[in-house]
């Protein structure tokens, strides 16, 4: 059975809405450029409604040891997703943290599969996104989607999950497709960057369980 993340969760009614409808995970950002960034004292009003069952999953990009710290401790976080960063430096914060790493490997054509390799014995999930443009101020959570058709025979080497312009009306394709273990959405369901709602939420895990 597929499992499924909603990231980018960034208040009570929408953390609730994702636990009440089946999230396995749930996704805080520790990014300021992004809107869906939270601070400290947000990210621990939310990790205290998280049930023990439900993993907290941290995102970050390329991030400062003391970042990680100081959002471990406040997120109560069970696992790290890493955007940006190389091989070496996830599995050093792997040791560093105890904690499993999700490396996110941005994908455009065949080839940029070959980067999850690289994260064998350095991480402990590969997040398969989409890449986006040169210069784009965030590496993901902007509703774009890659040919999910790269991933046909592609052997991978961890565990791993599927992100990337998912919502509740592809969702069922997506994992039809591709067989996805996990399924990670953010900007699908929202209203606007940053702006989680609520029936959205409940339409995407719907989704996914039907699949």
């Keep these: 059975m597929t499992t499924a993340k909603i990231c980018g969760l960034s208040t009570p009614d929408t953390l609730d809405a994702a636990l009440r409808h089946g999230a396995t995970h749930v996704g805080f950002v520790f990014y300021p450029p992004s809107p869906r960034h939270l601070d400290a004292d947000r990210a621990a009003r939310l990790a205290a409604r998280v049930p023990a069952q439900v993993a907290r999953v941290g995102v970050f990009v390329d991030p400062t040891d003391d970042l990680l710290d100081r959002a471990i401790e406040a997120g109560q976080l069970d696992a790290l997703q890493l955007h940006k960063t190389a091989p070496a430096r996830a599995a050093a914060i792997r040791a560093r943290t105890a904690r499993p790493i999700w490396a996110a490997v941005a994908v455009k054509t065949r080839a940029d599969l070959d ?14 996104d989409a890449k986006t443009p040169d210069g784009a101020a ?5 509703g774009q989607r890659f040919d999910w058709a790269l991933l046909d025979g592609f052997r991978h080497p961890l565990p791993w999950a599927l992100s990337g312009g998912l919502d509740s009306a592809n969702v069922a394709e997506a994992i039809a497709r591709t067989r996805a273990e996990l399924v990670d959405v953010s900007s699908g369901v929202e209203t606007a960057p940053g702006v989680k709602d609520e029936a959205r939420i409940a339409a995407f895990l719907a989704a996914v369980a039907g699949a």
């Excluded at 690289?118 to 590969?126: E, L, P, Q, V």
């Excluded at 965030?138 to 902007?142: A, I, K, Q």
């Design 138 to 142: 965030l590496p993901g959570g902007v």
């Design 115 to 128: 980067a999850a390799r690289g994260f064998a014995g350095a991480a402990d999930r590969i997040l398969y």
